[in-house]
C-alpha cells in the first residue's frame, strides 16, 4: 500500500515559472526523500530531509518538512521544460529495514 | 547514471510462466531492494536483501523471491505469473546503512 499521497496529482506550469508539489504521509519517519522519474523508467534521487530538519536546499529545489503534520513540500524554482518527469515522495517509516515507502507521484509538464 | 543496471529492458510472458529479473549493483553496494510499479502508480516494496540475506520484505506473496550474490548482483524470481504482475520492476542498491538508493532504469514485464 502506498504510505502517502502527492498533491497535485498532476501539474501544468510555463517555463520560468516556480512548481510546487505536496506530499503526506501517515507514519511516523526517519527521513522522508524526493525522487524523479522520467517516462517510466529509473528513479534519481532529488534530496533526503532528516525527520528532524525542517528545510532543505539543493541547487533550485527546496523542501520543507513538518512532521507534526506529516507532510513534505518540494519547490522547483525557475522551472525548465527539461523538468517535466514524475516526482515522488518517499519515507523511510521509524523502525523499518530502511526501505522506501512511494506516494503516488506527480506529473509535472512544464511547457516552453 | 546511478552505476545500477538491469536486463532484459522489456519481456513479454504468459500467465502461468516464471520470470527471472537481474540487477548488477555498484561495487560495494551490499544492500538491494526491488520495487514493482504499476502504471500510474508509485513504486511498491517487494523485498531487500543485505549480504546476501533477506532483511525486509512488503507485501508480496511467496511467488516473488530474490537472490543476491557476492558480485553485487541480484535476481528477482516470480513463479506462476498472474496478469496483475504486469509492472515496471525497478531494483535499487545502496552501501549498508546509507539512505540514499541508487535505482536502475528497470524492467517492463508484460503478462498476457
Known amino acids: 500500500s502506498q504510505q502517502g499521497e502527492e498533491d497535485p496529482q498532476a501539474l501544468s506550469i510555463q517555463e520560468g515559472e516556480n512548481a510546487t508539489m505536496n506530499c503526506s504521509y501517515k507514519?511516523?519517519?526517519?527521513?522522508l526523500q524526493w525522487y524523479r522519474q522520467n517516462s517510466g523508467r529509473g528513479l534519481v534521487h532529488l534530496i533526503l530531509?532528516?525527520?528532524?530538519?525542517r528545510e532543505k536546499h539543493s541547487g533550485r529545489l527546496r523542501v520543507t518538512l513538518d512532521t507534526s503534520k506529516k507532510s513534505s513540500s518540494l519547490l522547483i524554482t525557475a522551472s525548465r521544460a527539461a523538468d517535466t518527469a514524475s516526482y515522488f515522495c518517499?519515507?523511510?517509516?521509524?523502525?523499518?529495514?530502511?526501505?522506501?515507502?512511494f506516494g503516488s507521484g506527480t506529473q509535472l509538464t512544464v511547457l516552453p | 547514471e546511478t552505476g545500477v543496471t538491469q536486463s532484459p529492458t522489456h519481456l513479454i510472458k504468459t500467465r502461468g510462466q516464471q520470470v527471472t529479473l537481474r540487477c548488477s549493483s555498484q561495487?560495494?553496494?551490499?544492500?538491494v531492494s526491488w520495487y514493482q510499479q504499476a502504471l500510474g502508480q508509485g513504486p511498491q516494496f517487494i523485498f531487500q536483501?543485505?549480504?546476501?540475506?533477506?532483511?525486509g520484505r512488503g507485501n508480496f506473496p511467496p511467488r516473488f523471491s530474490g537472490l543476491q550474490f557476492p558480485n553485487y548482483s541480484s535476481e528477482l524470481n516470480v513463479n506462476a505469473l498472474e496478469l496483475d504482475d504486469s509492472a515496471l520492476y525497478l531494483c535499487?542498491?545502496?552501501?549498508?546503512?546509507?539512505?540514499?538508493?541508487?535505482f536502475g532504469p528497470g524492467t517492463r514485464l508484460l503478462v498476457l
Open positions: 535499487a542498491s545502496k552501501r549498508g546503512l546509507e539512505e540514499t538508493q541508487y
Open positions: 530531509i532528516r525527520s528532524n530538519e
Open positions: 518517499a519515507t523511510v517509516p521509524s523502525g523499518s529495514a530502511r526501505q522506501l515507502t
Open positions: 536483501y543485505y549480504r546476501e540475506e533477506e532483511n
Open positions: 507514519t511516523s519517519i526517519n527521513n
Open positions: 561495487s560495494g553496494h551490499n544492500t
